[in-house]
Each structure stands twice: as structure tokens, then as C-alpha cells.
């Protein structure tokens, strides 16, 4: 399989530790690569957080519309809009929150959330999923507890089996779930989409912390969709692993795109093309 071959590739020129999880939601082929091994998440833990506030909303012990009010103790550093709006006067909504943890990766928005579906509940959520290595531990910016060792972490398989599980309907209601993506699916500055067509719908999350650069998601190729999850440690250059991601996600998605142009034959039929 050339796609694997070019994964490999990748991995033997990056200056750091790779993972790679990657699954064809057509057929179930998976191709993994130090798939079970653990890794810092950064904001890719944000994914497991909204998969919570959506099925405490799905079970009514919350709203999406719920308001919050801004609140100056709630606000840490990397909170681009947050840090913009007026504390005690400015209110949004639980879901206008959760669009702000994705799109713009805001820290005191993800925080606010964290409190109200609850770390613990976030955690019980991952364990009746299967995940055992996959937690949140801390807030965004905690700075004590990461230097006490509480990181948020995963494994590139764990967020694929969330993520297919999501998209598969196993743990929302369709509305739910809809929903769900289309938050996910808010646009972003992420490495995943960066070499892919701008109008191709991608639910996903990057992560980066220092030496760390990550994105786990679901690429919707019409007819081929399919979820990548690539994770990176040990970087000796951050933009290095960025281009990793970036590389073989361009490279997932060049397979996926001729497969759903093919027929089973493998003739690949292009839009506007006249046979002959």
C-alpha cells in the first residue's frame, strides 16, 4: 500500500516520535503505527470535552443555549476572545463557548466548560467509552499540574476508536451528532486541512505544546470518509512535526479522494470527463 509506505517515509525523516491512527469508515481497514502509545494531547483533549457537554445536553442535565456570564476570574492567557469581551456584562451561550474552544482554541472558554460538565464526568465519559489512556487532568494553563506530571493525554488509536464512534452514532442521537461535527468542523488554522481543498468538510482539533504538535479527525470525502489521527513528541523542530501531519494527511487524502472516484474495477472518473 503506497500510503503506507509513504507514512513511513515520513516517519523516518522526522527529527521526533510519531503516532499514526488511520481508518477507512467505508470498509474498517485501519493502518496504525505506534498507535497504542501515549501522547500529550494539548488542545486535542478539547475533543473529549465537547463529546461531553453534547451528551449531557443529549441527557438534559444541560442546555447548549444555557447562559454563561463572563467572568474576570475565569480568564487565562491564550483566550483570544475571552480576554476581548466584558466581564459581568457580556453573556453567550454554553454552545458559543464550545465554538470558541474549537475555532480559535480559546483556554478560559475551555476552562469554563471543564467546570461545568465536570473533569470527573469528562474522565467516567472516556472509561464507559473503553479508552483507558485517554484523561483529562488538568485545565488548559495549569501550569502546577502539568509540572506535577498531570497532562492531558491519549493515544492516536483511542482518539480514532472516540472519534469513529461519534461519527458511527454510538453515543449521540443524530441531532446530537450533527451538531457535534458541526462545531468540530469550524474553521480553523490546523495541519490536517492545510494542503487539503478548502471546501472539503474536516472535523478536527490540533494540539501544541512545546516539542509537541498533534491533530486528530474526520476528513469527509464524499463517498470515502475517513478519520486520521497523528501525533507527535520529541520534536526538535515544532514545524517539523507540523509538516509531518500535513504531509500525510495530504497523502491520506489523495488515496481516499481517487478511491471514492473509482469504481471497482479502480477506474477513477473525474467530474466533466467523457469516456473513451
Known amino acids: 500500500m503506497k500510503l503506507e509506505k509513504s507514512i513511513l517515509d515520513v516517519d523516518r525523516n522526522l527529527d521526533g516520535v510519531m503516532g499514526v491512527a488511520l481508518v477507512d469508515l467505508t470498509d474498517g481497514h485501519k493502518y496504525l503505527l505506534h498507535a497504542n502509545d ?55 451561550t454554553l454552545r458559543d463557548l464550545a465554538t470558541m474552544m474549537v475555532a480559535v ?37 495549569d501550569l502546577k499540574a502539568a509540572a506535577e506530571g498531570r497532562e492531558n493525554v491519549s493515544t492516536p488509536n483511542e482518539m480514532l476508536n472516540l472519534l469513529q464512534s461519534l461519527y458511527r452514532g454510538q453515543i449521540l442521537n443524530k441531532e446530537m451528532t450533527d451538531d457535534f461535527f458541526k462545531v468540530l468542523s469550524t474553521h480553523k488554522d490546523s495541519w490536517i486541512p492545510r494542503d487539503l481543498p478548502d471546501d472539503l468538510k474536516i472535523a478536527n482539533k490540533p494540539g501544541a505544546l512545546e516539542g509537541v504538535r498533534n491533530d486528530s479527525g474526520v476528513i469527509f470525502v464524499e463517498k470515502r470518509p475517513y478519520i486520521l489521527c497523528v501525533m507527535t513528541i520529541y520534536l526538535h523542530r515544532e514545524r517539523d512535526g507540523e509538516e509531518a501531519i500535513s504531509n500525510i494527511s495530504l497523502a491520506a487524502w489523495r488515496m481516499f479522494d481517487r478511491m471514492a472516484r473509482a469504481s471497482e474495477y479502480g477506474r477513477v472518473i473525474s467530474p466533466g470527463n467523457s469516456s473513451r
Open 38 to 92: 501515549v501522547f500529550p494531547q494539548a488542545s486535542s483533549i478539547k475533543i473529549c470535552i465537547l463529546a461531553e457537554l453534547y451528551r449531557q445536553a443529549q441527557q438534559g442535565k444541560l442546555k447548549l443555549t444555557d447562559l454563561y456570564t463572563v467572568n474576570a476570574a475565569d480568564l487565562v492567557p491564550d483566550s483570544d476572545i475571552m480576554g476581548g469581551l466584558t466581564p459581568g456584562v457580556t453573556q453567550i
Open 105 to 141: 482554541s480559546d483556554n478560559s472558554a475551555t476552562n469554563v466548560l471543564i467546570d461545568r460538565v465536570g473533569m470527573d464526568n469528562v474522565n467516567a465519559f472516556l472509561s464507559a467509552q473503553g479508552l483507558r489512556d485517554t484523561r483529562l487532568r488538568r485545565k488548559m494553563m
